[in-house]
């Protein structure tokens, strides 16, 4: 009896140390850490996905810096660039620190490649009445890509990413492919029923009050989420960000190349004042940026460049127009071709726009050469070049013979041609040019002599 009671005693003894040993392996292991979170960082993401964009990004991270944090993206974005997207992603993957993608507010949605980057999210949020999807890439004129051989592979590799970033989410990666694949959207509602997503959550308190206590991997190591008394905290998009992703558009970037190069032509041909000139010379700066910063097909932009200065010369020589018809055309297809380049896959400048702003660009261009050639051609109404055409009446004849005309109550010399005959006072002429200080005229009502 004495021997069970000892035996049981020491193989409970066992199990106790077993367990404390366990304990304190586990709680050592960077697999299970749980810090404590002091700040929760709000930052707002934006527009278009691009390069000004992805440097935002990398400027929020490093002004955090690390440490008990967890970072929030308020994310509304129609879509962008691949290769600024799948920066951002990258960027959220090696972050020390929670991150949370928090499509927000109501009516803000994830397109095409803010899709992407709410899976690459340690937590994926999204509030009420929003929407995530249609990420299947377009070319850069709004249409799908077609079914060749690269084309596919573009659509493989965003396949497999997506699928990649959900499943090391832990989320429905059937589902999430499927917004690549068919280009489904989804609401809220939809996306959280169907594992796209791990929240839904109407304002900021609601937010922090359903990821408290979440469990997430951030770099491979399992963290529960503690969010109990921390400080909010607000990040803005300071002006230069905001700037350049505006100038960074397709749609700004093609705008201000048209305009620009319209403005410096009707500043070639008209100088004067240099409003213009200068007006056109900084579009093509904004322009020039957004070049540099989106993937473009210079095969475009030369043809719209070629367009505009064939209906910019057929005007300037004095034509009727039926050049620029073709110098159109080439705009509507330089235009097509401009973002239509690898890289670009999620840009999407629809036809209607480029038909849109071609035609009336092209008309703009053409009723203002038109005017600037009529106003070439018009008589001048002041000077000594506005006497051509005037009547006048030969007021006397000198002692020297010359006639002697009243012209804008001026006395002029006049002469004519022998075959009108003499000059006789109270003689009606027309003044057919100037030549130095003398009118040559002709008789336009003679008196009787």
């Not at 066992?14 to 960082?41: E, H, K, N, Q």
């Not at 832990?170 to 029923?193: F, H, Q, W």
Request: hydrophobic letters at 50%; charged letters at 20%; glycine letters at 12%.
């Amino acid at each position: 009896m004495k021997k069970t009671v000892i035996l049981t005693l020491i193989f409970a003894l066992i199990l106790t140390s077993a367990a404390s040993i366990s304990g304190a392996l586990r709680d050592d292991s960077p697999g299970t850490s749980v810090p404590g979170v002091t700040t929760v960082y709000f930052a707002p993401m934006t527009g278009i996905v691009g390069v000004p964009m992805e440097e935002y990004v990398d400027s929020v991270f490093e002004e955090i810096g690390g440490g008990d944090a967890v970072l929030v993206f308020k994310m509304n974005t129609p879509g962008g660039l691949v290769d600024s997207m799948s920066g951002i992603m990258s960027r959220i993957g090696e972050s020390d620190i929670p991150v949370v993608v928090w499509v927000a507010p109501s009516g803000a949605h994830a397109a095409s490649a803010g899709a992407f980057i709410v899976q690459a999210a340690h937590i994926a949020a999204m509030a009420p009445e929003t929407n995530i999807g249609a990420a299947h890439p377009v070319t850069g004129s709004g249409g799908d890509i077609e079914n060749s051989e690269m084309d596919r592979k573009v659509v493989n590799d965003l396949l497999a990413k997506m699928r990649s970033f959900a499943t090391a989410r832990g989320r429905n990666a059937d589902v999430a492919e499927s917004m690549v694949r068919d280009s489904i959207s989804l609401t809220a509602e939809e996306a959280y029923e169907q594992y796209v997503i791990d929240v839904i959550a109407g304002d900021e308190r609601e937010l922090i009050s359903k990821i408290n206590g979440m469990t997430i991997r951030v770099k491979g190591d399992e963290r529960v989420v503690s969010l109990d008394g921390v400080e909010i905290k607000h990040l803005e998009m300071g002006f230069r960000f905001r700037a350049l992703e505006v100038f960074s558009r397709p749609d700004i970037a093609y705008i201000a190349l048209i305009a620009g190069i319209i403005l410096l032509m009707l500043e070639i041909r008209s100088p004067g004042g240099f409003v213009m000139g200068t007006t056109g010379v900084v579009l093509l700066l904004i322009a020039g940026y957004g070049l540099r910063v989106l993937p473009v097909n210079f095969a475009g932009v030369f043809l719209l460049i070629g367009g505009l200065i064939i209906v910019a010369a057929d005007f300037a020589m004095g034509g009727v127009g039926i050049l620029a018809v073709p110098g159109i055309i080439a705009m509507l297809f330089g235009g097509f071709l401009m973002f239509r380049t690898p890289g670009g896959a999620f840009l999407n400048v629809s036809t209607g726009f480029i038909f849109g702003v071609t035609i009336t660009m092209g008309l703009i261009l053409l009723i203002v050469m038109r005017l600037i050639y009529k106003a070439f051609r018009k008589k001048p109404s002041s000077g000594i070049e506005s006497l051509v055409g005037k009547i006048a009446r030969v007021a006397h004849i000198s002692e020297s013979g010359a006639a002697m005309a009243l012209v804008h109550g001026e006395y002029w010399q006049v002469s004519c041609a022998e075959r009108y005959g003499s000059l006789l006072p109270g003689d009606e002429v027309e003044v057919l040019k100037v030549d130095s200080m003398t009118l040559s005229v002709k008789p336009v009502n003679k008196v009787e002599s």
